[in-house]
């Protein structure tokens, strides 16, 4: 529930719109996983909410644990699906990554997600919930570490979710809850051209990372299929006229593949392409998986293209592989479990972890 759908709950249920908000903020501003722990409502009134309502909509199943600190996090649903999410540490900060749908429709050829095909989309509360359980997860392993950054990079094409995505950031944003930034939230997409005409209008305005992966039409058609529907030219029309906040700048992500896309004339049309745009390009080394047959570029050959892009006066940036060894690097969230180190689980005791910095 949005805090408006909070209030209006209470009214429904004969209760005064402010117990709506009340509620509410136990849930996002203190972290209350019951009822019971709402000490200034009357014994009554949390059996009568008990009996109406429930808090959480996630059980965790399990936490795999990377060399480099990753940690992925397996989630399940209450009608039994594995959703992942991922908390990446960045020096003395982490950058949670969530899903947005139970697999994905949208089938690019190097994802291992697109291998799922899509289940279902995650309701704002299953979206919202992997927040919550990531902080007390990463409370447990690391205390002191807070959870800065926020994207929606895991499973799932967000705007094909597009409302539950929109009601999620409302709800993680909202200065009576959880209070993550805006600035420091960022929504990642495969391009879908109508419904980033769309997000530009929300009140609400995350970061926008949009997935070029391809020098042209002919590789964005082959290595991501939704190009045939939205090309090239339609989707950077609808990033020009993107609003963009004061000092933001759009992410460009470039997925690396060896022969494919990685060439200097590559980096060249790349670096037309985006001339005059107000971003940064993210150069991502393919991760490989079992389901796709790409390769990974050498080190020379990735420091080559972005050096050619640098020189073009593109400003880039390589994403280190974080995770991959317990396949939680981009594009290799397929629900696998590989036998590394699984943390058995525990109930976290005393107060939920403060909010983020900001
Ligand atoms: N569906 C959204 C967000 C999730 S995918 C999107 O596509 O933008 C997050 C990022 O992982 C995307 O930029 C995608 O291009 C990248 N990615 C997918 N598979 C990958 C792989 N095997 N190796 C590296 N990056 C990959
Ligand atoms: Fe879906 Fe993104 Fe994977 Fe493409 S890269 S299949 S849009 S999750």
């Known amino acids: ?19 709506g908000e009340q509620v509410w903020r136990w849930v996002h501003d203190k972290g209350a996983r019951s ?30 644990v990377s060399s480099d600190g990753t940690r992925k996090m397996r989630l399940l649903t209450r009608d039994g699906y594995s959703i992942e999410s991922v908390l990446i540490p960045v020096e003395h900060k982490v950058t949670q990554c969530i899903s ?56 799932g094409e967000p705007l094909h979710n597009y409302d539950n ?50 020098p042209n039409d002919a590789v964005r058609d082959m290595v991501m299929p939704i190009n045939r529907k939205w090309n090239i030219g339609k989707l950077l029309a609808a990033l020009k006229a993107y609003p963009l906040e004061q000092r933001r700048r759009i992410t460009f992500e470039y997925v690396l593949l060896a022969g494919v896309n990685d060439s200097l ?53 390589l994403r280190i592989p974080r995770g991959d060894d317990i396949d939680a690097a981009c594009g290799q969230l397929a629900n696998r479990s590989n036998g590394s180190p699984v943390i058995p689980l525990r109930v976290r005791k005393g107060p939920p972890p403060p909010p983020p910095v900001e």
Not at 9 to 18: C, D, E, H, L
């Open 100 to 155: 947005s749908q139970v697999g994905c429709a949208v089938d690019c050829q190097f994802c291992a997600t697109a291998k799922l095909g899509l289940k279902r989309n995650l309701d704002a509360g299953e979206i919202v919930d992997q927040v919550y359980i990531g902080r007390r997860v990463l409370a447990e392993a690391s205390p002191d570490a807070r959870i800065s950054n926020l994207v929606y990079m895991g499973m």
């Open 35 to 64: 009822f019971d722990e709402m000490t200034n409502l009357s014994p009554r009134t949390r059996e009568e909410l008990a009996a109406k309502a429930t808090i959480g909509c996630l059980t965790l199943a399990e936490v795999q």
């Open 1 to 19: 529930m949005t805090l408006e759908d909070a209030e209006a709950f209470a009214v429904a249920n004969g209760w005064p719109r402010f117990r």
């Open 165 to 214: 995505v929109v009601r999620s950031l409302r709800i993680l944003t909202n200065d009576k809850g959880a209070k993550l930034a805006q600035r420091r939230i960022t929504v990642s997409t495969s391009g879908l051209v109508p419904k980033l005409e769309k997000l530009g209008k929300e009140t609400v305005r995350p970061n926008l990372a949009v997935s070029l992966n391809a």
């Open 265 to 317: 004339a590559d980096a060249a049309q790349v670096a037309k392409l985006l001339r005059g745009f107000k971003c940064k390009v993210n150069i991502i080394p393919y991760n490989p998986h079992p389901e796709a047959e790409y390769q990974r570029p050498s080190p020379a050959a990735v420091e080559a293209f972005q050096n050619e892009c640098k020189r073009l006066g593109l400003s880039t940036y």
